[in-house]
Nanobody, 123 residues
């Protein structure tokens, strides 16, 4: 059973930087596609970014492209989301997700989820 634990959320000012971490156990992330989703109050959970088994290929939502970066450290069994120049509209609970065969934008296709970490961006 894969377990995912996010950390690194908090309160940040617009334009600053923040790095989220997702530590995995139960399976090595080198055999998983990994993704980040987010959910703002009153809104549906939406795709943010995803990466492949090796971490060599990535995809992003248009809203974060050029500002956020997803990366993997297979040795640490951890996935990161580097958030540069976050804006108030990025305020949400951020979730890590994993699937061994899928890395698209459909949240229903992901088998494993973390508990989420709250990110609040003040203006």
């Amino acid at each position: 059973q894969v377990q995912l634990v996010e950390s690194g959320g908090g309160l940040v000012q617009a334009g600053d930087s923040l790095r989220l971490s997702c530590a995995a156990s139960g399976r090595t992330v080198s055999t998983l596609y990994m993704a980040w989703f987010r959910q703002a109050p009153g809104k549906e959970r939406e795709f943010v970014a995803a990466t492949t088994w090796s971490g060599g290929t990535t995809r992003y939502a248009d809203s974060v492209k050029g500002r956020f970066t997803i990366s993997k450290d297979n040795a640490k069994n951890t996935v990161y989301l580097q958030m540069n120049s976050p804006q108030p509209e990025d305020t949400a609970t951020y979730y890590c997700a994993a699937n061994p065969t899928y890395w698209g934008i459909e949240k229903s296709r992901y088998d494993h989820w973390g508990q989420g970490t709250q990110v609040t961006v003040s203006s």
